[in-house]
């Protein structure tokens, strides 16, 4: 009897601690209740300014947040350093991911506020989605709790996110690897509403592809041209560039989708019926995008004891 008493007490107690276990990795919409309570409005504020003063800072604020994922643990924020070389060379992000000072400066904030309890993390999920709402797009409740890495890499940073040459079984394989369904893909892709795009990036494709408007290309390579002016910009919707709406989609249909990536949701393939519903039912897209973006942010996070809380989200503490 005792024998059996001490298996069902030792059942009981690995049940215990699983169970403490999943709850603790689980994010949740009112993490900083106690521990940092005014933490939204801090971001929203800070968020709402920077739009405000660059428009375009919205998209790179969200934009982070993408190139952070497929993880979201603030690594893509890391300096290089004597130990590791960071991700911000990789080569989706050299040149191209901007919005650290923001980041710093909310973090600031925050740290003034509640002194090392707020992750990088969190602070980069939440600009996001204000980021959307300040540019007029659909809002969400963020789940937190994540922590912040303490390392970074760059081999993974340019493996794990897809390049803009990208074909789609290359997206929805992508995507699928890190638990995301090509509808999930079409609905996040969906952020090129708003932002822009260098040159290198889309030039390919305005001088060797057939599937794409003849006038809405004439008009890009005045911007870029065949050779030089690699940095030059152009909006990866040039309908409303600066308002989070459904025109990407819009554009798809007319064949106006900036990059090769772009147009290959809506080229004759599996996701043509989906760019049709959202070039349709704006509501529907909204509705998705906000699911699509939860779902992101949820990917394989930091949680409990694991990684840290940054003081300094460019460095480990």
């Excluded at 409005?41 to 300014?49: E, G, L, N, Q, R």
């Excluded at 890391?78 to 919005?99: C, H, I, Q, W, Y």
């Excluded at 065949?226 to 560039?241: A, H, K, M, V």
């Amino acid at each position: 009897m005792a024998s059996l008493s001490f298996k069902a007490l030792k059942t009981c107690l690995i049940f215990f601690l699983f169970c403490v276990g999943v709850v603790s990795a689980q994010l949740s919409s009112n993490f900083y209740a106690k521990s940092c309570p005014n933490v939204l409005s801090i971001i929203k504020s800070a968020v709402d300014t920077a739009v405000s003063n660059e428009a375009r800072m919205g998209a790179s604020l969200l934009r982070l947040h993408f190139h952070d994922c497929f993880g979201c643990d603030a690594s893509i924020l890391l300096d290089d350093t004597a130990n590791f070389t960071g991700e911000k060379t990789a080569v989706p992000n050299a040149n191209s991911v901007r919005g650290f000072d923001v980041i710093d400066t909310i973090k600031s904030n925050v740290e003034s506020a509640c002194p090392g309890v707020v992750s990088c993390a969190d602070i980069l999920a939440v600009a996001a989605r204000d980021s959307v709402v300040a540019l007029g797009g659909p809002s969400w409740t963020v789940p937190l709790g994540r922590r912040d890495s303490t390392t970074a890499s760059l081999s993974a940073a340019n493996s794990n996110i897809p390049p803009p040459t990208s074909n789609l079984s290359a997206l929805i394989s992508s995507f699928s690897n890190k638990g995301l369904s090509a509808k999930e893909m079409v609905a996040l892709s969906g952020s090129h509403t708003i932002g822009q795009a260098r040159c290198t990036s889309f030039r390919a494709r305005l001088y060797n592809e057939v599937n794409i408007d003849s006038t809405f290309a004439s008009n890009l390579k005045s911007n870029c041209p065949r050779s030089g002016g690699d940095n030059n910009l152009s909006p990866l919707d040039t309908q409303s560039p600066t308002k989070f709406n459904n025109d990407y989609y819009v554009n798809l249909l007319n064949q106006k989708g900036l990059l090769h990536s772009d147009q290959q949701l809506f080229s004759g393939g599996s996701t043509d019926s989906q760019v049709r519903a959202y070039c349709s039912n704006p509501g529907t897209f909204s509705k998705d995008f906000a699911n699509a973006m939860i779902k992101m942010g949820n990917l394989s996070p930091l949680t409990g004891t694991s990684g840290q809380i940054r003081k300094n989200c460019r460095k480990t503490n």
